[in-house]
């Protein structure tokens, strides 16, 4: 009896084997081979980089556009008081 458990046990690992190996084989199909996931990587990647850009050039545009403003109306009002003194 044992050595028929055995065997069961024996062809019961052999079939595991085999599932475990076409599931990594479908997995590396859809992700690497395929393309799908490399692509969905590097279309995030290009998308993570445009947000930082994006956030970077609209802080310096309002910090540029604040201090001209503000820049602009306290040199007109400096140049006022020097005018009235």
Known sequence: ????????????????????????CQIDRSRICGGVGVTKFIDDLAGAIY?????????????????????????LITFLFIRLN
């Open 51 to 75: 947000d930082f850009i994006k956030f970077i050039l609209t802080s310096i545009s309002y910090i540029i556009g604040g201090m001209l403003i503000v820049g602009t109306l306290m040199y």
């Open 1 to 24: 009896m044992e050595g028929e458990e055995y065997r069961l046990f024996i062809e019961m690992l052999v079939k595991l084997k085999k599932r475990v190996e076409s599931l990594n």
